[in-house]
T-cell receptor, first 112, second 114 residues
Framework: RKEVEQDPGPFNVPEGATVAFNCTYS??????FFWYRQDCRKEPKLLMS???SGNEDGRFTAQLNRASQYISLLIRDSKLSDSATYLC?????????????FGQGTILTVHP | DTAVSQTPKYLVTQMGNDKSIKCEQN?????MYWYKQDSKKFLKIMFS???????INETVPNRFSPKSPDKAHLNLHINSLELGDSAVYFC?????????????FGNGTRLTVT
């Protein structure tokens, strides 16, 4: 199993739609997770941190399922500006030195 | 006001040359990183420094040499550049050295080796 694995998509959804991405991780000891957003030719930017069962911020909800070792990101009422690549991030195994591993990213395109 | 800044933004050079990328953060963070994002968009960690001490050194050719003169700066020097080094290199920082601290990225250096 890859350390962090995402469905690369692409997901093409209309404005107003609800879309969900899943991400699986291999390190069962992981305690904290992150979702980043990366626009084309830009740096990744932190979208949400997930430290317990989940987190909600406006239209965005992240959920953590430790038993199945996956986290999800739900986007409600999609906007054109949500079009980006969404990166799932989890700690790699066996270290406490901030070694965060990125998934390959899920591409989202929101169309009118 | 830029939190993590790296220079240059673009770097075009020929094979065999030596080049450096500089990074500075004004967030007061203890830990800094270099990540490489290849053409398939995969972000991979290369190095990490905590308070000027190297703590993560992934399997990277020894042509790549990071240097941290102080905890606010982390530079990357690359010797004998190869075509396969073409990528976007991101500097990042985080508070502390634990894996529950999110990363803050610079805007990247797009390196093209011809």
């Amino acid at each position: 199993r890859k350390e962090v694995e995402q469905d690369p998509g692409p997901f093409n959804v209309p404005e107003g739609a609800t879309v969900a991405f899943n991400c699986t991780y291999s390190n069962s000891a992981s305690q904290s997770f992150f979702w980043y957003r990366q626009d084309c030719r830009k740096e990744p930017k932190l979208l949400m941190s997930v430290y317990s069962s989940g987190n909600e911020d406006g239209r965005f909800t992240a959920q953590l399922n430790r038993a199945s070792q996956y986290i999800s990101l739900l986007i409600r009422d999609s906007k054109l500006s949500d079009s980006a690549t969404y990166l799932c991030v989890a700690p790699a195994g066996g270290t406490s030195y901030g070694k965060l591993t990125f998934g390959q990213g899920t591409i989202l395109t929101v169309h009118p | 006001d830029t939190a993590v800044s790296q220079t240059p933004k673009y770097l075009v050079t020929q094979m065999g040359n030596d080049k450096s990328i500089k990074c500075e953060q004004n967030l007061g963070h203890d830990t800094m990183y270099w990540y490489k994002q290849d053409s398939k968009k995969f972000l991979k960690i290369m190095f990490s420094y905590n308070n000027k001490e190297l703590i993560i050194n992934e399997t990277v050719p020894n042509r790549f040499s990071p240097k941290s003169p102080d905890k606010a700066h982390l530079n990357l020097h690359i010797n004998s550049l190869e075509l396969g080094d073409s990528a976007v290199y991101f500097c990042a920082s985080s508070q502390g050295q634990l894996y529950n601290s999110p990363l803050h990225f610079g805007n990247g250096t797009r390196l093209t080796v011809t």
